[in-house]
């Protein structure tokens, strides 16, 4: 039952990232769904009794609700570019859009991986449309850091599927995810100051010289 | 002098290169004359045919790019362009980049592999970004952000695979040996959606169409050396983590089902680079979309490989890696020259610059497939394997998408390397170091083109054997 | 089943629920209060608020028409016509025809809605007709979404221990903040005319009238909290104690839209239809989590 509810939190999130409309919306609710990622891999940590479940849980919670989301606002204080997200489609289509992929993964759930277990389906269906939205998030929406939360959401979505289908990745493979999703923030981060000094605004709608 | 140091750096860079090179080579000796056994150590690394053989690839053209970086960031910190603060950061960035394709072929565990292949992203946009323009700061962010969706959408497909070889074959493991023999029982239905999410994933930096968006931009706003890096073995190293998976799926999905994918990005990706060669105004952007057009290939070859087509494929990979490195140096030297990218500014190098434009020109026939230079070779024996499979209108496409290109390069490059220099352009002759990595890139072109060594001859021919699973 | 003794029952709860439906709101308010660090009203200030109304007399513009005087009455007699049809609503074993009477009871709620905003413009003053409009657009987005929810009950997803009660459970919260003119859709303490909804409707109304209004305002409120708890808390019976955790749960929501009242600010309008519709596509999701059985 608890399951439920952190599922259907995160499900709620993840339609709640859809409809944001400015940047730092956007992060906090990333930071939201972070933590309902947290109390899944908790939950299961508490019903496996492994204690790599706990450590990669906690980092979970450091990492992707404390660490990351204080980095993107960090960036959004410092660089002084106006809050509005530049949404190229409006936030009800993209709910309609996001209810569609939805539909998509429980077809996939279904269907392709044939799960049984009601459980594992759901959580897989949560996941899947997480990965979904996030890349809906990356095309849609024309400023940087809109892009970037789109990439990290595609990864909690995929974090959340490797949890429910094969019960998480081996140990040290988690490990070496979260470094790699660490330094990548990192690095994008540099980047957003570079495209920030030498554009003087974050609108990747507006990088168009390269053509052709 | 601030550049005599950037010489320095330069010259301790190459000699750590040549010993990279000759332990690769020394490593494919030892491991033909041991009867081709894939060597596994300590679990963390795993060396078979098609390790050795992206090894050689990496290896040689790094080589090549150390020794053609000297004398190319030497001119840059001389003409005030670059301090020598940045110059040092350059080399190191190089180190790093070179690095992480290197391990990309001898690792075990296939989530190290994705990781390895993620930071060749992530450090090769600093250089890609190295100029600090407005153009290579949005090329460099395209890169960035194209190429992390890419692999996150490969991630999802390792999942999945990871998922069925728990499930189904009791191997809770991403360790490649490991995998492999439990290949038999995973799940066709759950591997043909994975293998999607994997050659969408992977192609998008392999630079297969249509994800091919951010390689015109990276590949011409990056520094010429590390063009030529990126060209030449980056997108083949992505290659090499599909054929990963490609032979891991091969026992239970059988290969014609990956077969038809990679005819079909394969085809998509000549098409559209043919198309396109002909619009180009930028000397490095047309040799980006000449690069998407040869692992468009590369991947065609693949595709039939029933008929001899991965031993051509192969081939055309490293055969284009180092044909398209000597063009991309060549290239450097021209905008370095001409102080431009665009090619109505670059006329009559032969005659400024004679080693260069000589090189260039006869890089230009290489790379578009004529004897005797290697690329004629592995192009005929993909078109000879289209035709052994009777896919005859494929193959006329072919033909036509190779004339078109072959059309474009011509106008282009004779344009470039022959006619009357504009008034009042002055150049430096080319370092030495250019004219060293010229010749040695050279002897590979023409060397392979004449009779491929028979070692080579025999690696390729285990890794057709090994991908397709015999 | 409509037997004499059910009917009785029913009526029983319809008439208790009706006289304690100020006190919830006395309640609400008491707990803001609380919160803001005031001292405030006591919480039976909306009783002594309507016999202080209905001893008074009503000033009446001279231009109105017979809407005017049906009004309140139509819309006391639709909601707690809606409340009796609620109560006998209630998914259970006995009630087969349970989604129909849900419907035909939002049907009637959406009567007195109807007379409402028709008497806010009767009058004739600006803002009586710009409340109405607004009334009208925010219930144009508030009516399909717990249509669905309500859907979703029927389906089988009125459990919180399954995924499509929970989101289902959301979407109607959200109905309820639109329905009870709470923050963040509409203030019920504003007295600035120009961010008025339900208040600028009944600006014109004084004396007996107006206590019907509120008096009916009141009782919807109990109705959509009812609805709540069948979402959320449709799990816990007691037995003999029902009655008791009934309150606890109404007075539970109540502080749940306390919190949220003095923590939200009142959205603009236009967002009040992102607001809206994000709680429409939830229901549907609820529904679709009901069709697969999640």
């Known amino acids: 039952m608890i399951l439920n509810i952190i599922l259907s939190g995160f499900l709620v999130v993840t339609f709640l990232l859809v409809i944001s409309k400015r940047i730092t919306a956007l992060v906090r609710t990333f930071r939201t769904q972070s933590i309902f990622l947290f109390l899944y891999t908790l939950y299961m940590g508490i019903s496996q009794r492994h204690t790599e479940l706990f450590i990669v849980c906690g980092l979970v919670f450091v990492l992707k609700a404390v660490v990351i989301p204080f980095v993107l606002l960090r960036i959004m204080r410092r660089i002084d570019v106006e809050e509005d997200l530049g949404l190229l489609v409006n936030p009800q289509l993209s709910l309609i859009i996001a209810l569609g992929f939805t539909y ?37 929406r024309m400023k940087a850091l809109g892009q970037i939360v789109g990439l990290l959401v595609m990864e909690n979505g995929i974090f959340l599927a490797a949890s429910a289908i094969a019960g998480g990745m081996p140990f040290f493979v988690e490990i070496a995810l979260f470094f790699d999703v660490f330094v990548f923030v990192v690095i994008v981060e540099v980047f957003v100051y570079k495209v920030n000094r030498l554009f003087t605004h974050i609108d990747t709608s507006k990088m168009k010289s390269l053509k052709g | 002098m601030p550049s005599r140091k950037v010489k320095l750096f330069g010259i301790v860079n190459v000699l750590i290169y040549s010993l990279l090179l000759i332990a690769c080579i020394v490593l494919l000796k030892y491991f033909l004359a041991n009867g081709s056994r894939p060597i596994n ?89 190295f100029h600090n323009t407005k153009e290579s700061i949005e090329a460099a962010w395209k890169y960035i952000i194209i190429c992390s969706v890419g692999i996150t959408f490969a991630l999802l497909g390792i999942i999945f695979f990871y998922y069925t070889s728990s499930k189904d074959a009791g191997v809770k493991s991403l360790e490649w040996a490991g995998m492999l023999s439990g290949a038999g029982m995973f ?27 951010w390689l015109p931009d990276a590949h011409s706003q990056a520094l010429s050396p590390i063009s030529g890096l990126l060209s030449g073995v980056l997108i083949k190293i992505s290659l090499y983590a599909i054929l990963r998976f490609v032979m891991l799926a091969n026992p239970s999905v059988g290969y014609a089902y990956s077969a038809k994918f990679f005819i079909l990005f394969g085809l998509v990706s000549i098409v559209i680079a043919g198309a396109f060669i002909l619009v180009q105004k930028d000397l490095k952007r047309l040799l980006a979309y000449s690069s998407v057009e040869n692992i468009g290939l590369v991947s065609l070859g693949l595709g039939f490989g029933f008929f001899g087509g991965i031993f051509a494929g192969l081939l055309q990979a490293f055969n284009h890696a180092v044909t398209k490195a000597l063009m991309f140096f060549c290239a450097g030297e021209a905008v370095r020259s001409y102080r431009s990218n665009n090619m109505n500014q670059m006329q009559g190098m032969i005659k400024l610059m004679p080693f260069a434009g000589i090189a260039m020109f006869l890089g230009f026939f290489a790379l578009v497939g004529m004897p005797p230079f290697s690329i004629f070779i592995s192009k005929l024996s993909i078109l000879i394997s289209m035709f052994e499979a009777k896919y005859y209108f494929l193959a006329a496409l072919t033909l036509i998408s190779i004339a078109l290109a072959f059309t474009g390069l011509l106008y282009h490059v004779s344009r470039i390397v022959l006619g009357k220099p504009l008034q009042g352009v002055t150049v430096k002759r080319e370092p030495l170091s250019s004219k060293i990595a010229f010749i040695f890139l050279g002897i590979f072109i023409l060397g392979f083109g004449l009779k491929i060594p028979q070692d080579f001859f025999d690696l390729l021919l285990n890794c057709q054997h090994l991908i397709l699973g015999k | 089943m409509m037997t004499l003794n059910n009917v ?140 669905i929810a309500a859907f979703v009950l029927f389906m089988g997803g009125g459990n919180c221990f399954k995924i499509s009660g929970l989101l289902a459970g959301i979407a109607i919260f959200m109905v309820t903040i639109a329905e009870t003119s709470r923050i963040p859709i509409d203030n019920q303490e504003t007295h600035l005319e120009l961010t008025m909804v339900h208040e600028a409707m009944v600006l014109e109304y004084s004396g007996r009238s107006l206590a019907l209004i509120e008096l009916a305002a009141h009782i919807k409120q109990i109705v959509f909290f009812t609805l709540i708890s069948w979402y959320f808390f449709s799990v816990l019976t007691l037995g003999c104690w029902s009655w008791l955790l009934f309150s606890a749960e109404i007075v539970f929501i109540g502080l749940i839209v306390a ?16 607001f809206l519709s994000f709680s429409f596509f939830i229901a549907l999701v609820a529904s679709i989590a009901a069709g697969l059985g999640l």
């Open chain 1, 104 to 140: 998509l993964s429980y077809l996939l759930a279904h269907n392709a991986m044939a799960l049984k277990n009601s459980m594992e389906s759901a959580a897989f269906v949560a996941s899947i449309t997480a990965v979904c939205v996030g890349f809906f998030i990356m095309v849609s």
């Open chain 3, 8 to 147: 009785i029952m029913i009526t029983g709860k319809a008439v208790t629920l009706a006289l304690f439906a100020p006190l919830v709101s006395g309640i609400i308010r008491k707990i803001k209060d609380t919160l803001r660090m005031r001292k405030g009203q006591s919480i039976f200030q909306p009783y002594y608020n309507i016999r202080k109304l209905f001893s008074k007399n009503e000033v009446i513009s001279g231009n109105v028409s017979w809407i005017f005087y049906a009004a309140p009455v139509i819309i006391f007699v639709s909601t707690a016509c809606a409340l009796f049809m609620i109560l006998m609503a209630q998914p259970g074993p006995d009630m087969k025809n349970g989604l129909a009477v849900l419907i035909a009871a939002f049907f009637v709620l959406g009567l007195g809605r109807f007379f409402l905003a028709l008497a806010g413009l009767d009058a004739g003053s600006s803002f009586g007709g710009m409340g109405s409009s607004r009334e009208m657009f925010i219930s144009s987005f508030a009516e399909p979404a717990a249509f």
């Open chain 2, 41 to 129: 150590l300590w679990g963390w690394v795993y060396i078979d045919s098609l390790s050795v053989f992206f090894l050689l690839i990496t290896t040689v053209v790094s080589f090549a790019a150390s020794i053609y970086s000297i004398g190319y960031i030497q001119a840059e910190v001389e003409d005030a362009k670059i301090s020598t603060r940045k110059a040092a950061a350059y080399f190191q960035l190089f180190n790093l980049f070179s690095l992480t394709m290197l391990i990309v072929p001898l690792l075990n565990n296939l989530a190290l592999v994705w990781i390895a292949i993620e930071m060749t992203t992530l450090v090769s946009s600093f250089l890609v970004g």
């Open chain 2, 187 to 213: 799940d066709p239905k759950i591997i043909k959606l994975a293998l999607i999410f994997i050659l969408v994933g992977y192609g998008t930096k392999a630079g297969l169409a249509p994800m091919h968006n």
């Open chain 3, 259 to 274: 919190l949220i009242e003095i923590s939200v600010a009142k959205m603009r309008l236009f967002r009040v239809v992102d």
